[in-house]
């Protein structure tokens, strides 16, 4: 019965660390992107626009209220690039 006990406290302790470890990188990741308007081709934008509310649905390149998320620090570097929809 010991054995068992200990089982599954160090089961439920390993757990709760592999969430916590899960849930600090997915922050992480979020951090470190951006979303970028002015940079997407036509139907590859990641969201909705002023003029539609889906994914995919710009209709031109560079469309300035279209965005695709990219890693942080990049979007002003790009030509076109903005970080405020216009």
Avoid: H, W
Wanted: proline content about 1%; some cysteine.
């Amino acid at each position: 019965m010991k054995i068992s006990r200990r089982l599954a406290a160090a089961s439920a302790l390993s757990s709760v660390l592999a969430l916590g470890l899960t849930l600090n990188s997915t922050a992480a990741t979020a951090a470190e992107k951006e979303k970028c308007y002015g940079v997407a081709k036509a139907g590859q934008n990641d969201c909705k626009t002023n003029t539609s509310s889906c994914v995919g649905t710009s209709t031109v390149d560079g469309q300035t209220d279209a965005f695709t998320v990219i890693p942080g620090g990049l979007c002003e570097r790009l030509a076109s690039g903005s970080l405020t929809s216009s």
